[in-house]
């Protein structure tokens, strides 16, 4: 089955920068238009970046915009999210997921839209 495991995530410093990571096994990453989300306590699932299948569009939630930058290697079978410029409300788990699409599907920011997830890695961003 498809499996997606998100690495990278630690405690930083405001201004700091992390890159997550997410590695897709079970089929091959260039079937999917991968997608990051975050979660805080309390709060719903909010879209961060999205990336096509082929790689060639992105899209990007405005508070992140500018400062981070989705980007996926198909031959590795993993994305990654470049996170500059980190802030404390940037604080939150941050997931991975994979959608199943053509090729010239629009970028898609809603996470019912997603078919498979990974488990989450913690980032917490102090002031």
């Known amino acids: 089955q498809v499996q997606l495991v998100e690495s990278g995530g630690g405690l930083v410093q405001a201004g700091d920068s992390l890159r997550l990571s997410c590695r897709v096994s079970?089929?091959?990453?260039?079937?999917?238009?991968m997608c990051w989300f975050r979660q805080a306590p309390g709060q719903e699932r909010e879209f961060v970046a999205t990336i096509s299948r082929g790689g060639g569009r992105t899209d990007y939630s405005d508070s992140v915009k500018d400062r981070f930058t989705i980007s996926r290697d198909n031959d590795r079978n993993t994305i990654y999210l470049q996170m500059n410029s980190l802030r404390p409300d940037d604080t939150a788990v941050y997931y991975c997921?994979?959608?199943?699409?053509?090729?010239?599907?629009?970028?898609?920011?809603?996470?019912?839209?997603?078919?498979?997830w990974g488990q989450g890695t913690q980032v917490t961003v102090s002031s």
């Open positions: 997921a994979a959608k199943r699409t053509i090729l010239t599907a629009p970028l898609e920011r809603r996470p019912s839209n997603y078919d498979y």
């Open positions: 079970g089929r091959s990453l260039n079937n999917f238009a």
